[in-house]
Nanobody, 124 residues
Framework: QVQLVESGGGLMQAGGSLTLSCAAS????????IAWFRQAAGKEREFVAG????????FQADSVKGRFTMSRDNAKNTAALQLNNLRPEDTAVYYCAASTWREPQAISPQLDYWGQGTQVTVSS
Protein backbone atom coordinates (compact mmCIF):
# COMPACT_ATOMS: atom_id res chain seq x y z
CA GLN A 1 0.00 0.00 0.00
CA VAL A 2 1.42 3.33 -1.08
CA GLN A 3 1.45 6.05 1.53
CA LEU A 4 2.65 9.63 1.47
CA VAL A 5 2.60 11.28 4.87
CA GLU A 6 3.19 15.00 5.25
CA SER A 7 4.30 16.60 8.50
CA GLY A 8 5.75 19.82 9.81
CA GLY A 9 2.87 22.21 9.31
CA GLY A 10 1.81 24.69 11.93
CA LEU A 11 1.06 28.27 12.84
CA MET A 12 3.74 30.83 12.09
CA GLN A 13 4.03 34.58 11.99
CA ALA A 14 4.78 36.31 8.75
CA GLY A 15 8.47 36.24 8.00
CA GLY A 16 8.98 32.95 9.77
CA SER A 17 10.12 29.58 8.45
CA LEU A 18 8.86 26.01 8.41
CA THR A 19 10.10 22.75 7.02
CA LEU A 20 7.55 20.32 5.66
CA SER A 21 8.40 16.67 5.25
CA CYS A 22 6.92 13.95 3.08
CA ALA A 23 7.60 10.35 4.05
CA ALA A 24 6.84 7.74 1.42
CA SER A 25 6.28 4.04 1.79
CA UNK A 26 5.03 1.19 -0.38
CA UNK A 27 6.74 2.46 -3.52
CA UNK A 28 10.19 2.70 -5.07
CA UNK A 29 10.64 6.33 -4.19
CA UNK A 30 13.62 6.88 -6.47
CA UNK A 31 11.41 6.08 -9.49
CA UNK A 32 8.92 8.84 -8.76
CA UNK A 33 8.66 12.49 -9.62
CA ILE A 34 7.60 14.34 -6.47
CA ALA A 35 5.70 17.58 -6.10
CA TRP A 36 4.25 19.84 -3.45
CA PHE A 37 0.87 21.43 -4.00
CA ARG A 38 -1.21 23.64 -1.77
CA GLN A 39 -4.83 24.54 -1.45
CA ALA A 40 -6.10 27.56 0.41
CA ALA A 41 -9.64 27.68 1.70
CA GLY A 42 -12.05 28.46 -1.10
CA LYS A 43 -9.36 28.28 -3.78
CA GLU A 44 -8.19 25.72 -6.27
CA ARG A 45 -5.23 23.51 -5.57
CA GLU A 46 -2.02 24.98 -6.98
CA PHE A 47 1.43 23.65 -7.76
CA VAL A 48 4.19 24.88 -5.44
CA ALA A 49 7.38 22.98 -6.24
CA GLY A 50 8.47 19.69 -7.78
CA UNK A 51 11.45 17.57 -8.51
CA UNK A 52 12.02 14.74 -10.97
CA UNK A 53 12.95 11.27 -9.78
CA UNK A 54 16.68 11.88 -10.26
CA UNK A 55 16.58 15.47 -9.00
CA UNK A 56 17.63 16.56 -12.50
CA UNK A 57 14.79 19.03 -12.77
CA UNK A 58 13.46 21.38 -10.12
CA PHE A 59 10.29 23.34 -10.70
CA GLN A 60 8.79 26.15 -8.66
CA ALA A 61 5.79 28.38 -8.85
CA ASP A 62 6.66 32.04 -9.39
CA SER A 63 4.95 32.96 -6.13
CA VAL A 64 7.45 30.97 -4.07
CA LYS A 65 10.69 31.41 -5.99
CA GLY A 66 13.44 32.64 -3.74
CA ARG A 67 11.48 31.71 -0.61
CA PHE A 68 10.73 27.97 -0.81
CA THR A 69 13.27 25.23 -1.47
CA MET A 70 12.50 21.62 -2.24
CA SER A 71 14.78 18.68 -1.62
CA ARG A 72 14.56 14.91 -1.69
CA ASP A 73 16.52 12.02 -0.21
CA ASN A 74 15.94 8.87 -2.24
CA ALA A 75 17.86 6.77 0.27
CA LYS A 76 15.42 7.77 3.02
CA ASN A 77 12.27 7.88 0.88
CA THR A 78 11.61 11.44 1.92
CA ALA A 79 11.09 14.84 0.39
CA ALA A 80 11.13 18.19 2.10
CA LEU A 81 9.92 21.70 1.44
CA GLN A 82 11.68 24.52 3.24
CA LEU A 83 9.40 27.55 3.55
CA ASN A 84 11.15 30.82 4.33
CA ASN A 85 9.90 34.37 4.65
CA LEU A 86 6.35 33.14 5.01
CA ARG A 87 3.47 35.39 4.04
CA PRO A 88 -0.19 35.26 5.07
CA GLU A 89 -1.05 34.29 1.50
CA ASP A 90 0.99 31.09 1.98
CA THR A 91 -1.72 29.86 4.35
CA ALA A 92 -3.02 26.59 2.91
CA VAL A 93 -3.03 22.84 3.24
CA TYR A 94 0.17 21.54 1.67
CA TYR A 95 0.16 18.19 -0.12
CA CYS A 96 2.91 15.89 -1.27
CA ALA A 97 2.27 13.99 -4.52
CA ALA A 98 4.09 11.36 -6.55
CA SER A 99 3.99 10.06 -10.11
CA THR A 100 6.20 7.69 -12.03
CA TRP A 101 5.83 9.45 -15.37
CA ARG A 102 3.90 12.72 -15.14
CA GLU A 103 5.96 15.87 -14.80
CA PRO A 104 5.81 17.21 -11.21
CA GLN A 105 3.54 20.13 -12.01
CA ALA A 106 1.14 17.84 -13.85
CA ILE A 107 0.67 15.18 -11.18
CA SER A 108 -2.95 14.13 -11.19
CA PRO A 109 -5.17 14.17 -8.08
CA GLN A 110 -7.19 11.32 -9.58
CA LEU A 111 -4.52 9.11 -11.12
CA ASP A 112 -1.41 9.54 -8.97
CA TYR A 113 -0.47 9.26 -5.30
CA TRP A 114 -1.21 12.01 -2.79
CA GLY A 115 -0.83 12.49 0.91
CA GLN A 116 -3.48 13.78 3.28
CA GLY A 117 -1.89 17.18 3.63
CA THR A 118 -0.51 19.34 6.42
CA GLN A 119 -1.91 22.73 7.40
CA VAL A 120 0.28 25.81 7.27
CA THR A 121 -1.18 28.99 8.75
CA VAL A 122 0.68 32.28 8.57
CA SER A 123 -0.50 35.20 10.67
CA SER A 124 0.24 38.80 9.82
Amino acid sequence: QVQLVESGGGLMQAGGSLTLSCAASGLTFSHYNIAWFRQAAGKEREFVAGMRWNAAGIFQADSVKGRFTMSRDNAKNTAALQLNNLRPEDTAVYYCAASTWREPQAISPQLDYWGQGTQVTVSS
